[in-house]
């Protein structure tokens, strides 16, 4: 392994699951490196499909007698490739920027290089099938059915890359269920997938810290600094205690009150759980770093504002930038708060309309200035805007009752207006003002 960050740049996917035709999703902007990619889409536009497609990029490594380090899309080593259940001429391929970490430790910042296919990487073909796509011979990653890209080992082995899908659950079996080194990454997408015992792997820390173990006390040191960052809202310390009814156990100080894990709310628990499991996976990748949480990696999460409270997700951002300076993220999302809450976005819209799907790329880099209406209706599509639909056909009937000057029915409607709407909305003193423009008559 040596210093070089590698990173998306950009990702093509044709004719895949939902995706019929050609898609091409950028991950930089102007040579340089996003490190949040949000991608926004209704329920069933294909939001989970693409990291789904994005998770298989992983690469797997080749022994060669020679001593070079080559290495191959991970789905080809799977036993049922090529997918028989896939479009004939489906693809899903990627190009990359890297950069040196020497001078630079969070590299996100670059400068970065392109990684290009040497003419020693060659796609490999099944079944005698010449015609494979244009896609790989352009991209320089990438894999069809007919057809996968041969990769420089020495290069790609620094294309980290971990995923974590809407169920979020830390595991009850011990560690060996989310550190499986040859797990791989796409599998955390899948549903009902569990993530590392939180509880065992503290209790093995705080051991290991004990009998004089400095990684394992380096360890232990950096998930201390990293509740005090106030990611977990409320949530400031954790301690281990041992006691006859529960043995060891570790208990988390919420508001001043020592709880178990498993007695925070469900949005702490799923949140602790892929945070934990992508901070003891940074830690295994990067054994010999100060900090592993620093280091390089790029990271898929669907459903980031998952189970999380408004406030929280319009706070999550800034700390997940602060705690992996140096992590590329791609999420999905349906709040308008994480839209809002990131100051340099890349955001890709998924619409999806009876089949027909479309992947747009806005030009804004921020937010941050919009209100939640504002992205909602223009960004989100949430064309009913800010009131709900009741509100709004009381509205049009109380206008209709101001247009005909009938006061006594427009009051009535107005009645039912102020039992639903807010006390202090200016809306109300709006309709008030025009009530009583109308005369008794």
Known sequence: MNDLGVYLDKVVIENYKCFSGSFLLNFSVQGKVSQWNVILGNNNSGKTNILKAIAQLEPHF????????????IVAIDSDYPHKNTSKNFFIGASFLYSDKKNNHANLKGPFKNYKRTSSNKIHKYFGIEDSKSFVNILPWGFSREAFTGGDGDILENFVIFSYGVSRKSGSKGLSIGSNKFQKKSNLLEPETQLINIE??????????????KQAKNQLKKLKELITTDIFPGITDFKFISNEEDGNIVLFNSQNHWRKLDELGYGYQTTFAWIFDFCKKMFDRYPTSKNPLEEHAV??????????HPSWQKSIIKYLSRIFPATQFIVTTHSAYIIQSIPNINLHIIQNNEGNVTITQTDLSTYKGWSFEEISENIMGLNEGKFSEDFIKLVQRFEEYLDDNNKKEAKIIFDKISQIIHPNSPEKRIFQIQLNQISDD
């Open 299 to 308: 990271l898929l999460i669907d459903e980031l504002d998952l189970h999380l």
């Open 62 to 73: 080749l022994i060669h007698k020679e001593g070079e380090k080559k290495c191959i899309p």
């Open 200 to 213: 065992e792997w503290l209790l093995q820390l705080d051991y290991a810290t004990k009998n004089g173990n």
